[in-house]
């Protein structure tokens, strides 16, 4: 039976944080909905990740879907709890915390460690460092939706909650979990409701999660998974992990851009000649209605597919199919998330339909960005993604729950997530699997 639930702002990061737990041996499921909470066994699995599609929302609106959401995984029985955050701390932190907090009984601590060793994330000095520079001046800080203005935790969270807060420096973190415990008790009997936690490493998690252990008081990680993972160990030990095993091909579909991307694929093409097709976005602009032209892209890919082991489909693959988002909304006198919805919901229509045909071949598929999943799995009638392990950070491995393609592997990653064989490190994963 789930026991512990883990909220979180958007798919990509509800599978970054699953996944961690897999790797603890926790049978994990992320629902692809928040609203459909209601419809999984949790006797099942061991924890339950739940997408609630929140970062892009305005304060009010995230505040009151993760109390939501909480309060729906209480009544199912769930007892321990996680707000997994962006591991360069975008989007509605403040107003997210706030939400789950007021969900949970007992005056319900908030302990924030906003760290992730693998990739590079620390906290010193109550600031966020992602490989050593300021938070706020990585690309999280231009971030067109939310953008991170201040690397200070403390600012970031207190523009959303007034809540008060405790901080713990490094100097404490260092001692270990004693101390840990005696400084957090001290901050808490001042009247802290949040907890902010300077760590650098993953044994400094395990000294916080330990030194919280030991409170002996209600509280809820807020962390982008690692905090989360060395908490539920500590509570949860002797879990067996599950696996599977298929056979078939490997779809790819990449909906984003960037650079790296591109780099990326026409790596993969050079090493294991995969077959992806280059999709002019421009098709999708006008409307959110289907296109004649996805009918005839999806019968090609088909036709590809029975002949290549690797095969798929891309946006703006050929630099003469990218568009200026902004321009193209106000053009149309749309919203960017507009031209970005139709974009992705086109691609995922053509991959529908590109499987529909026959889907025994088919062994795993790759997703490039949290919005193009989603997507996906919408199309494709898909409700949750078990999750089974991590190929890299930030990379997730699972199975879909539902739909046509129930059973299938998947792996997930975000568009400016890996290096150069990152693709080919993830194909190669589906294709051993």
Same mark, same amino acid.
């Given at each position: 039976?789930?026991?512990?639930?883990?909220?979180?702002?958007?798919?990509?990061?509800?599978?970054?944080?699953?996944?961690?737990?897999?790797?603890?041996?926790?049978?994990?499921?992320?629902?692809?909905?928040?609203?459909?909470?209601?419809?999984?066994?949790?006797?099942?699995?061991?924890?339950?990740?739940?997408?609630?599609?929140?970062?892009?929302?305005?304060?009010?609106?995230?505040?009151?879907?993760?109390?939501?959401?909480?309060? %729906?995984?209480?009544?199912?029985?769930?007892?321990?709890?996680?707000?997994?955050?962006?591991?360069?701390?975008?989007?509605?932190?403040?107003?997210?915390?706030?939400?789950?907090?007021?969900?949970?009984?007992?005056?319900?601590?908030?302990?924030?460690?906003?760290?992730?060793?693998?990739?590079?994330?620390?906290?010193?000095?109550?600031?966020?460092? @992602?490989?050593?520079? =300021?938070?706020?001046?990585? =690309?999280?800080?231009?971030? !067109?939706?939310?953008?991170?203005?201040?690397?200070?935790?403390?600012?970031?969270?207190?523009?959303?909650?007034?809540?008060?807060?405790?901080?713990? !420096?490094?100097?404490?973190?260092?001692?270990?979990?004693?101390?840990?415990?005696?400084?957090?008790?001290? %901050?808490?009997?001042?009247?802290?409701?949040?907890?902010?936690?300077?760590?650098?490493?993953? *044994?400094?998690?395990?000294?916080?999660?330990?030194?919280?252990?030991?409170? %002996?008081? !209600?509280?809820? *990680?807020?962390? =982008?998974?690692? +905090?989360?993972?060395?908490?539920?160990?500590?509570?949860?030990?002797?879990?067996?992990?599950?696996?599977?095993?298929?056979?078939?091909?490997?779809?790819?579909?990449?909906?984003?851009?960037?650079?790296?991307?591109?780099?990326?694929?026409?790596?993969? %093409?050079?090493?294991?000649?995969?077959?992806?097709?280059?999709?002019?976005?421009?098709?999708?602009?006008?409307?959110?209605?289907?296109?004649?032209?996805?009918? @005839?892209?999806?019968?090609?890919?088909?036709?590809?597919?029975?002949?290549?082991?690797?095969?798929?489909?891309?946006?703006?693959?050929?630099?003469? +199919?990218?568009?200026?988002?902004?321009?193209?909304?106000?053009?149309?006198?749309?919203?960017?998330?507009?031209?970005?919805?139709?974009?992705?919901?086109?691609?995922?229509?053509?991959?529908?339909?590109?499987?529909?045909?026959?889907?025994?071949?088919?062994?795993?598929?790759?997703?490039?960005?949290?919005?193009?999943?989603?997507? +996906?799995?919408?199309?494709?009638?898909?409700?949750?993604?078990?999750?089974?392990?991590?190929?890299? =950070? /930030?990379?997730? +491995?699972?199975?879909?729950?539902?739909?046509?393609? /129930?059973?299938?592997?998947?792996?997930?990653?975000?568009?400016?997530?890996?290096?150069?064989?990152?693709?080919?490190?993830?194909?190669?994963?589906?294709?051993?699997?």
């Amino acid at each position: 039976m789930a026991e512990w639930a883990v909220i979180a702002d958007d798919l990509t990061g509800a599978n970054t944080a699953g996944v961690l737990l897999t790797n603890s041996y926790f049978r994990t499921l992320t629902t692809i909905e928040h609203r459909t909470i209601e419809k999984f066994p949790l006797q099942d699995y061991d924890a339950i990740v739940v997408n609630a599609s929140s970062r892009t929302l305005d304060a009010a609106e995230a505040y009151e879907r993760i109390r939501e959401c909480t309060g %729906q995984l209480l009544q199912r029985g769930i007892t321990r709890f996680s707000k997994r955050i962006d591991s360069t701390i975008r989007g509605n932190l403040g107003a997210e915390i706030e939400g789950m907090m007021d969900a949970l009984p007992d005056n319900a601590i908030a302990c924030v460690v906003a760290v992730y060793p693998a990739s590079g994330r620390m906290v010193v000095g109550g600031y966020q460092l @992602v490989n050593g520079v =300021p938070v706020h001046k990585t =690309p999280a800080g231009n971030d !067109p939706v939310k953008p991170v203005h201040s690397s200070a935790l403390s600012e970031e969270i207190s523009t959303q909650t007034a809540l008060p807060q405790g901080f713990i !420096p490094l100097s404490v973190t260092l001692q270990g979990s004693e101390a840990i415990t005696a400084a957090a008790r001290r %901050q808490i009997e001042q009247g802290a409701r949040i907890l902010l936690f300077d760590a650098i490493t993953f *044994a400094d998690i395990g000294a916080i999660a330990e030194g919280i252990n030991r409170l %002996q008081v !209600p509280w809820f *990680a807020v962390d =982008p998974g690692p +905090f989360t993972q060395k908490a539920c160990e500590l509570a949860y030990l002797g879990k067996q992990r599950v696996t599977r095993k298929k056979a078939g091909k490997v779809f790819i579909v990449a909906a984003s851009a960037s650079d790296l991307t591109r780099s990326q694929l026409a790596y993969l %093409q050079n090493e294991c000649q995969a077959h992806i097709i280059d999709v002019d976005i421009r098709h999708f602009l006008d409307s959110d209605e289907e296109q004649p032209v996805e009918e @005839v892209i999806a019968r090609e890919i088909w036709e590809i597919s029975q002949c290549n082991d690797v095969f798929g489909l891309r946006a703006a693959g050929n630099k003469e +199919f990218l568009i200026d988002i902004k321009a193209e909304a106000h053009k149309r006198g749309v919203t960017q998330d507009d031209i970005a919805r139709r974009i992705t919901y086109g691609l995922a229509r053509i991959a529908r339909k590109a499987l529909q045909p026959g889907m025994n071949y088919l062994k795993g598929i790759y997703l490039t960005g949290g919005d193009m999943t989603v997507a +996906f799995c919408r199309e494709s009638q898909v409700e949750a993604i078990e999750l089974i392990d991590e190929v890299q =950070p /930030h990379i997730s +491995f699972g199975t879909l729950v539902g739909g046509p393609l /129930h059973g299938i592997a998947l792996i997930t990653k975000g568009g400016l997530i890996g290096e150069t064989n990152t693709v080919m490190v993830c194909t190669k994963y589906l294709l051993n699997y």
